[in-house]
C-alpha cells in the first residue's frame, strides 16, 4: 500500500522556518517507482480551496515553483531515503495551513507546460501537517 507520512510542522514566529518531510514507502511492493513520479507540496488555508505550493521530479530532482512559493520555499529529496521536504523561510502568518504532500504521476516540465499544480494530477496524498505563524 502506497503512504505519504508528512512530519515537521508546528508554531512558529513571523521571519522564522521550518523544514517539512514527506516519507513515502508502498510503491515497490505496488508494482510501481518512486521514480516515475513528481512529489508535490499544496497548502490548504482554513476555508480555502486547496492550492499547490511546489513539485520535485523524484528521479532527477528538476523542481516546479508556483508563483506564490518562488523565493521562499525550497523543495528537495533524498532518494535514497525515499523522503521529499520542503523548506519553508522567513515566514509570514499568511502562510498559516495545513501543508500536504502527494505523489503524481506527471512531470515538471508537464506542469510547466499544463500552467500549474492541480489536485488532480495527484493519485497519492499524505495526512497534512499544521504550520501555524504566529508570535
Known amino acids: 500500500q502506497v503512504q505519504l507520512v508528512e512530519s515537521g510542522g508546528g508554531l512558529v514566529q513571523p521571519g522564522g522556518s521550518l523544514r517539512l518531510s514527506c516519507e513515502v514507502s508502498?510503491?515497490?511492493?505496488?508494482?510501481?517507482?518512486?521514480?516515475?513520479?513528481?512529489i508535490g507540496w499544496f497548502l490548504q488555508a482554513p476555508g480555502k480551496e486547496r492550492e499547490g505550493v511546489s513539485c520535485?521530479?523524484?528521479?532527477?530532482?528538476?523542481?516546479y515553483y508556483e508563483d506564490s512559493a518562488k523565493g521562499r520555499f525550497t523543495i528537495t529529496r533524498d532518494r535514497a531515503n525515499n523522503t521529499a521536504y520542503l523548506h519553508l523561510a522567513l515566514l509570514k502568518p499568511e502562510d498559516t495551513a495545513v501543508y500536504y504532500c502527494?505523489?503524481?504521476?506527471?512531470?515538471?516540465?508537464?506542469?510547466?507546460?499544463?500552467?500549474?499544480?492541480?489536485?488532480?494530477?495527484?493519485?497519492?496524498w499524505g495526512q497534512g501537517s499544521q504550520v501555524t505563524v504566529s508570535s
Open positions: 520535485i521530479d523524484f528521479k532527477d530532482g528538476s523542481t
Open positions: 502527494a505523489a503524481g504521476s506527471i512531470t515538471t516540465a508537464t506542469l510547466e507546460a499544463a500552467g500549474g499544480m492541480r489536485t488532480r494530477y495527484y493519485d497519492y
Open positions: 508502498g510503491f515497490e511492493d505496488s508494482g510501481l517507482s518512486l521514480d516515475w513520479y513528481c
